[in-house]
T-cell receptor, first 114, second 111 residues
Framework: EAQVTQNPRYLITVTGKKLTVTCSQN?????MSWYRQDPGLGLRQIYY???????DKGDVPEGYKVSRKEKRNFPLILESPSPNQTSLYFC?????????????FGPGTRLTVT | SQQGEEDPQALSIQEGENATMNCSYK?????LQWYRQNSGRGLVHLIL?????REKHSGRLRVTLDTSKKSSSLLITASRAADTASYFC???????????FGKGTSLLVTP
């Protein structure tokens, strides 16, 4: 089944404790991206990757890191999480970018930073 | 940057009625997409309309695009309780790598 998976689905952590949210797709997609969703703010793009070893910042990249060492995986790293990073995070992938391509979303990761 | 703005923010209708949601955006686009999100879950792609298209249909969905007014509308005909969800429009620009979502319209369909 074609899908985007994220782990963990729920995470409660404390300020400053490094964490990684994994994202994996099995569709051989070139493009992957991360979003955060907050009430009243909608979805905002954090980072995206056009292909292996090629990443770029979205609208809200501060406090986040990403890497794309393999085509299928695009982990999101919070090296020193803060409470303002409490949010619902989504990973998405598509064949090649956003220009006219359907985005496939993962189920989401709900992160709480205390 | 947030480009699309959906209107209304919330919509409540009864089963069988039609639901219309609007999306306005600020700068020129190449494509506009609509997504559905059931509560707290991942977004699901509904339909994509290109800037040179004016209308597109998919099942009970009808999307229009007016580039002169920088607006799009999503019509769901003969709505069902299962259509209860949030609906987002998303626009892309020249880069082809950024997708800008609106804040969504929350649709409630009651039996």
């Amino acid at each position: 089944e074609a899908q985007v998976t994220q782990n963990p689905r729920y995470l409660i952590t404390v300020t400053g404790k490094k964490l990684t949210v994994t994202c994996s797709q099995n569709m051989n997609h070139e493009y992957m991206s991360w979003y955060r969703q907050d009430p009243g703010l909608g979805l905002r793009q954090i980072y995206y990757s056009m292909n292996v070893e090629v990443t770029d910042k979205g609208d809200v990249p501060e406090g986040y890191k990403v890497s794309r060492k393999e085509k299928r995986n695009f982990p999101l790293i919070l090296e020193s999480p803060s409470p303002n990073q409490t949010s619902l995070y989504f990973c998405a992938s598509s064949l090649a970018g956003t220009g006219g391509y359907e985005q496939y979303f993962g189920p989401g990761t709900r992160l709480t930073v205390t | 940057s947030q480009q699309g703005e959906e209107d209304p923010q919330a919509l409540s209708i009864q089963e069988g009625e039609n639901a219309t949601m609007n999306c306005s955006y600020k700068t020129s686009i190449n494509n506009l997409q609509w997504y559905r999100q059931n509560s707290g879950r991942g977004l699901v792609h509904l339909i994509l309309i290109r800037s040179n298209e004016r209308e597109k249909h998919s099942g009970r969905l009808r999307v229009t695009l007016d580039t002169s007014k920088k607006s799009s509308s999503l019509l769901i005909t003969a709505s069902r309780a299962a259509d209860t969800a949030s609906y987002f429009c998303a626009t892309d620009g020249d880069s082809g790598y950024a997708l800008n979502f609106g804040k969504g319209t929350s649709l409630l369909v009651t039996p």
